[in-house]
């Protein structure tokens, strides 16, 4: 069964205190691999998408990677402001037009 | 541009009234897709559509329903609402289908079963 898996299911970061967020899939022909930021009470914002093994993408400071099994999102020197709910997302293969999205990762950086 | 905009943003109803969400996707973009997300089960797909047409559908009971006009804009409904069904309603548009790339979700509407 596709599955993407994220974790820890919470993290908390001293300001400057680099980390990496995980998510594991078990999507066979990946199509592909989306991270999104969630604050809360709103709607999730799109942030990159990786299509194959050993791409990398980054904004700001965050960068996320793929693996043939896994993705990151490394975050480097985080702020206060990069406090949210970091979700990763897949395709789903077998014919099936759509997303499944793991449960996220909860970041709290504290000043 | 202008982004998605669900209406409304927050709505309370008691169990077995049944409620409208609306939401308006972003200009040209031809896909609408519908997720409940509460805080057990992270983010779950309900349905999406294509051009006026149910593309997919999530494991949701039949109460959950939707639609989509000519103009791109979606409905969901849920009837015969239960206490379960307190969540936050998110749904997303894309150009091309929601497992094709990029969702830009809308704020949400927050139902409260009472």
């Known amino acids: 069964e596709d599955q993407v898996t994220q974790s820890p299911e919470a993290l908390r970061l001293q300001e400057g205190e680099s980390s990496s967020l995980n998510c594991s899939y078990t999507v066979s022909g990946l199509r592909g691999l989306f991270w999104y930021r969630q604050d809360p009470g709103k709607g999730p914002e799109f942030l990159f998408t990786?299509?194959?093994a050993g791409e990398e993408k980054e904004k700001e400071r965050l960068k996320a990677t793929l693996t043939k099994k896994e993705s990151f999102l490394h975050i480097t020197a985080p702020k206060p402001e990069d406090s949210a709910t970091y979700l990763c997302?897949?395709?789903?293969?077998?014919?099936?037009?759509?997303?499944?999205f793991g449960t996220g990762t909860k970041l709290q950086v504290i000043p | 541009k202008a982004g998605v905009t669900q209406t409304p943003r927050y709505l309370i109803k008691t169990r077995g009234q049944q409620v409208t969400l609306s939401c308006s996707p972003i200009s040209g973009h031809r896909s609408v897709s519908w997720y409940q997300q509460t805080p057990g089960q992270g983010l779950q797909f309900l349905f999406e559509?294509?051009?006026?047409?149910?593309?997919n559908k999530g494991n949701f009971p039949g109460r959950f329903s939707g639609r989509q006009f000519s103009n791109s804009r979606s409905e969901m409904n849920v009837s015969t609402l239960e206490l379960g069904d307190s969540a936050l309603y998110l749904c997303?548009?894309?150009?091309?289908?929601?497992?094709?790339?990029?969702?830009?979700f809308g704020e949400g509407s927050r139902l409260t079963v009472l």
């Open positions: 997302a897949a395709p789903l293969t077998g014919g099936y037009q759509k997303v499944t």
């Open positions: 559509y294509f051009s006026e047409t149910q593309r």
């Open positions: 990786l299509y194959s």
């Open positions: 997303a548009s894309s150009l091309q289908g929601s497992d094709t790339g990029e969702l830009f």
